[in-house]
């Protein structure tokens, strides 16, 4: 019986994985490109991407009920699993994956933490700047639009996740600003 239990899901998996679509789907409209000037390019999507998953995460551990946690890890999961996907799609190596699936948790997971502080204190140029740094690597001159109007609409976007509901997160749905949502 033991056996069978090594085939099971884990608790969230299917929700994560369509909740991380919905973070996908938002971080791939063509305003962010087009309109704000975003690098089409990997580093751009994966950035944008990592903001969108950011913000959810971070509704998801704010909720006062018990599997807003366990949604969070899972979309967590979900990301990272779709990432060694995508480079094993691309060709990369099974011997480097792991090396290069770390490298992307640790950009990830800076890029979360560098976004945390200014999305708690309301601080709409500091995360402006971080995502100047961190989107556009810093080709921007400083007090450029672009980081301003994302950083409005990541505030949009925490503003509206925070009106969702857990039974919405559960039934694997979030709902993202939309670039031309966003006010500066």
């Known amino acids: 019986?033991?056996?069978?239990?090594?085939?099971?899901?884990?608790?969230?998996?299917?929700t994560g994985f369509e909740l991380y679509g919905a973070a996908v789907r938002a971080a791939r409209h063509p305003a962010f490109f087009a309109r704000l000037g975003v690098p089409d390019t990997l580093d751009g999507r994966f950035d944008l991407i990592?903001?969108?998953?950011a913000l959810l995460i971070?509704?998801?551990?704010?909720?006062?009920d018990a599997r807003g946690a366990a949604l969070a890890q899972a979309v967590f999961d979900a990301m990272f699993a779709d990432m060694?996907?995508?480079?094993?799609?691309?060709?990369?190596?099974?011997?480097?994956?792991?090396?290069?699936?770390?490298?992307?948790?640790?950009?990830?997971?800076?890029?979360?933490?560098?976004?945390?502080?200014?999305l708690a204190a309301g601080d709409r140029a500091a995360l402006a700047d971080a995502l100047a740094r961190n989107?556009?690597?810093?080709?921007?001159?400083?007090?450029?639009a672009e980081p301003v109007a994302l950083a409005a609409l990541a505030f949009s976007t925490d503003a509206l996740l925070a009106q969702q509901g857990m039974p919405q997160f559960l039934a694997g749905e979030a709902r993202?600003?939309?670039p031309?949502?966003?006010s500066s």
């Open 1 to 14: 019986m033991a056996l069978f239990g090594l085939f099971r899901r884990r608790p969230h998996e299917r």
């Open 50 to 53: 990592g903001l969108h998953v």
């Open 58 to 64: 971070r509704r998801l551990h704010r909720d006062p």
């Open 84 to 118: 060694d996907f995508n480079l094993r799609e691309m060709g990369v190596g099974d011997m480097s994956i792991a090396r290069r699936v770390k490298t992307m948790w640790e950009a990830f997971h800076g890029r979360a933490q560098a976004y945390e502080a200014p």
């Open 135 to 144: 989107v556009w690597r810093g080709a921007l001159p400083e007090g450029a």
């Open 176 to 178: 993202f600003a939309a």
């Open 180 to 182: 031309e949502d966003a």
